[in-house]
């Protein structure tokens, strides 16, 4: 099938004596109405002349809440507690959630020309018709396999079409009933888990039922191109800069022919100019799969991840031609690298290599992009954009969602963020653990899911689809168990190795395989908030899959789901050691702040409240990624942050909102995660740098200083240094001077990296307690005029520059937005090269806003800071 084009190019022309090749979505004009009111069958309703008077406008892609939704049929389940207002399946009845979906379109045929129908993904069972015929022998289950049919001889002669789908809900809808996955009953299905609910999501409500996915029409000459397949080789230890030794680039693909005759033609690969060739002839009616002869790539341009090189992507094409026409052909982005997986025996876990070069990960847990399956090629590439400005280089996506889409894995290559893919497991629902909860035992749910075979049919059709992605690095078989054995070993030993065999398959997230469990436990966490010192001298698994902590948004992210009765700040108890929080914020999965904001002062409100928790929130993931990167190689190879991002309104583990509005989060992780960083350690009171580029960092001054709450600095000395590629190392301690400099009301630490030309190429500043663990300075640190300077500096890119005159104090985390000049909210999402910054006396900082313009209206930048007035500044 037709899936690896890019996400911008929905149809395309090729050269002339070729057929006029088209891919375009069937993604408007569907109408749908419910089996409870429609008895007519397939092809009665197939037929272009039977009446859709009385039916409703569908999302397709989409679901029937989807649809629901955008008929106002239901309330915004992402919205306080509308959730309770939607009925659920588990007591309406599969039939509740059982509809049609109808789409009628023009399209006919020309001599010499084949029309493929082609659906990406139906959650959870359909049968498919068309003119009145029906196109699938059987019913398709089955949420991840995807389907094509050769519609040629059912188009009608007028061009009028009718296509007629009925959705299945899944044949086991599972009990919400609080759970991890419910009563874990929806495993039984090859399909996703969370939606009987989980620790972040609320259950949704028709568990996703509908063509979820894209459905696409595809003309082509009489071969058809289907899966292509392209590796890449890039043997020995490379470098991102200079000459490169060639590389060895296979391909192989599936040619059909549905005619009734034997055609003989050319089937070829070409990239860079360059190009690899082989006749063959087809048998009629049939698929046979073709290996080109190798190509050898002169001093390839390869792809890297973020951070280390260049992601660069080579536009190449499968072709093959039939009498001198081009009968198909299929464009793929091909990036040229190779991933490797060894095991590293001092840390005892594997470490990953790209190019022969190891780099230390650090990723992100990826649910899915939108709890609703509301995909959009924008979204995705904002998701991922954000990961990026993270500094982070690996996204793990989580076991009880689903194999991502392509549009995200163009998104990754186009960001250089590596991924590892789970499979459709989860130890929850999958019976790794006893639980009250659960409907089976352990015994019986270790069998999930009902039809196994599916559960292999489907993973080798999902391989097929994502496989020549090279932002693609690791397998995986389920989220904290194994696969049962007559999936996992078929898998693992026959499919991927059959179709893919260049990535590393470990059998399950936190597995031994991956990172050896000594420390016993579940080989992950722990995912609540933790004092700074331990991210550093706490020793936690060598390759983490799991780990995090808070992330709650401030009052702006908080009131566009929450009524203004629900915005209330939640309230702890210093004796009990507990908090009071509102209702939605319980049902909205609130993990607690504990005594954590207490430092700074009791919250007298919830903006206060939001304010002070970007403090906490940018501490704690800043010292996460700084506590594993000081072990780097000794205790650790890798780490992933339980995690980074939310598909529904939640109130734990994000980075930015659903509404993609980043918090503290991501700037404290964005600090912490930088390539070239000099850090403090808060375990042992020591300066610190670390390295994650593959050079040899020379000549590095590092500054070290501390800045009192009226703008006092004192020096703590300063040096050349330099560090190795890949590399942490301590650089001087300065135990006993930070704390008798910060005993009163605590103190500001500066620590920066210049190169030989006085630029700062790593800048740190951190805000430490008082003697008794408090923030007292921060209270009565004197408020700091400012000079702000705006300007636009190409179509949707502001650049703002803050001046903070000397002999002021220091500028204290300044939040910098872009808003609508009319309602003053913040326009999404926006990427900022920085933000929750600081300003030290006599100095400025310059940040650059990158946003889409919606209007020809100008925004204004806000400004909001710790000891700085909320403002909104004009744009020149």
Not at 439 to 447: L, N, T
Not at 466 to 492: H, V
Request: aromatic share 12%; glycine share 8%.
């Amino acid at each position: 099938m037709k899936f690896l084009f890019t996400y911008f190019s929905l149809f395309f022309l090729v050269h002339f004596n070729t057929f006029a090749q088209r891919f375009y979505e069937l993604n408007s004009g569907w109408k749908c109405n419910t089996i409870l009111k429609i008895k007519d069958s397939g092809t009665t309703i197939s037929t272009p002349a039977y009446s859709l008077s009385d039916w409703i406008p569908a999302v397709v892609p989409g679901t029937v809440l989807t649809t629901m939704l955008e008929n106002k049929q239901i309330p915004d389940p992402f919205i306080g507690m509308n959730n309770e207002k939607i009925p659920d399946i588990f007591k309406t009845g599969n039939d509740y959630y059982t509809y049609w979906f109808v789409k009628d379109f023009s399209e006919s045929v020309k001599s010499g020309e084949e029309v493929w129908l082609h659906f990406r993904g139906v959650n959870y069972s359909s049968d498919i018709f068309l003119n009145g015929k029906k196109l699938n022998a059987k019913k398709h289950s089955g949420m991840f396999l995807r389907q094509s049919f050769n519609i040629t001889s059912l188009l009608q002669k007028t061009g009028t079409n009718r296509l007629a789908v009925i959705v299945y809900p899944p044949d086991e809808v599972g009990n919400p009933n609080g759970g991890q996955g419910g009563d874990g009953a929806i495993a039984k299905n090859v399909a996703h888990q969370y939606v009987a609910g989980w620790d972040w999501i609320q259950p949704v409500r028709d568990r996703n039922t509908g063509i979820w996915d894209k459905v696409i029409i595809e003309k082509t000459g009489k071969v058809n191109i289907k899966n292509p397949h392209i590796i890449t080789l890039v043997p020995g230890q490379r470098k991102p800069e200079g000459a490169q030794k060639p590389a060895t680039i296979k391909v192989s693909t599936e040619v059909e022919n549905p005619s009734n005759t034997a055609l003989k033609g050319t089937l070829s690969f070409t990239i860079d100019g360059k190009k690899v060739s082989k006749e063959i002839t087809i048998r009629p009616h049939s698929t046979s799969e073709i290996t080109l002869p190798d190509l050898l790539l002169e001093n390839p341009k390869l792809w890297w991840p973020y951070g280390y090189g260049a992601q660069h992507l080579y536009p190449s094409k499968v072709q093959f031609v039939l009498n001198g026409t081009v009968s198909d052909e299929e464009k793929i982005n091909v990036g040229v690298r190779e991933i490797q997986a060894d095991w590293n025996s001092v840390t005892r876990s594997k470490q990953i290599s790209v190019n022969g070069q190891r780099v230390f990960i650090k990723g992100g847990n990826w649910i899915i992009s939108d709890a609703m399956l509301r995909f959009t090629d924008a979204r995705y590439d904002a998701e991922v954009r954000f990961h990026r400005d993270m500094n982070l280089n690996l996204l793990r996506i989580w076991g009880g969602a689903l194999t991502e889409r392509p549009e995200f894995y163009n998104a990754c290559d186009k960001y250089g963020i590596l991924v590892m893919q789970d499979f459709w497991g989860s130890g929850d629902c999958n019976g790794r653990w006893t639980d009250p909860m659960k409907r089976d035992d352990q015994w019986v749910r270790r069998k999930y899911p009902d039809d196994h075979n599916l559960f292999l049919e489907s993973a080798a059709d999902q391989i097929k689809m994502i496989r020549n992605y090279p932002s693609l690095a690791i397998w995986c078989g389920g989220n904290e168990i194994t696969l049962p054995q007559d999936i996992m070993l078929p898998l693992r030993d026959s499919i991927l190795t059959k179709l893919d065999g260049t990535r590393w398959f470990v059998d399950y997230s936190n597995s031994d395989d991956m990172s050896f469990n000594s420390l016993g436990g579940n080989g992950d966490g722990p995912y609540g908030i933790q004092p700074l010192k331990r991210f550093f001298e706490y020793r936690t698994w060598p390759f983490n899959s799991e780990i995090g902590s808070v992330g709650v948004g401030d009052y702006e992210s908080l009131e566009r789901f929450m009524s203004k009765e629900n915005l209330v700040a939640p309230v702890y108890n210093t004796k009990s050691k507990k908090e009071t929080v509102d209702s939605v914020w319980d049902y909205h999965k609130y993990i607690g702040y504990g005594g954590y904001i207490e430092p700074y002062g009791k919250a007298k409100d919830l903006r206060d409240f939001g304010k002070k928790a970007q403090l906490v929130n940018y501490d704690q993931y800043r010292s996460l990624m700084e506590g594993f990167s000081a072990h780097m190689w000794d205790w650790y190879t890798g780490v992933i942050i339980w995690k980074t991002q939310n598909p529904w309104t939640s109130l734990r583990g994000q980075m930015y909102d659903y509404y993609l509005d980043p918090n503290a989060c991501l700037y404290g992780l964005h600090n912490g995660s930088a390539p070239l960083h000099v850090m403090f350690n808060q375990a042992d009171s020591t300066i610190m740098i670390t390295n994650n580029t593959f050079k040899h960092q020379y000549d590095l001054m590092w500054v070290a200083k501390t800045i009192d709450m009226n703008g006092k600095e004192t020096s703590l000395g300063q040096a050349f240094a330099e560090i190795g590629p890949s590399t942490t190392r301590m650089i001087t301690p300065i135990n006993n001077s930070i704390r008798e400099l910060a005993k009163k009301e605590g103190v500001f630490l500066s620590l920066r990296l210049l190169n030989l030309d006085k630029e700062i190429v790593s800048d740190n500043l951190y805000w430490l307690p008082d003697s008794e663990g408090n923030y007292s300075g921060l209270n009565t640190i004197p408020k700091a005029e400012i000079g702000i300077k705006t300007r636009q500096v190409a179509k949707g890119k502001v650049e703002v520059t803050l001046s903070n005159p000397a002999k002021n104090p220091v500028a204290f985390f300044n939040r910098l937005s872009l808003v609508d000049p009319k309602t003053k909210k913040r326009i999404l999402p926006v990427f900022y090269d920085d933000n929750y910054i600081s300003v030290l006396p006599g100095e400025n900082k310059t940040v650059v806003m990158d946003y889409t313009p919606s209007s020809q209206e100008m925004p204004l930048v806000s400004l909001e800071g710790w000891n700085v007035k909320e403002q909104f500044i004009e744009i020149k």
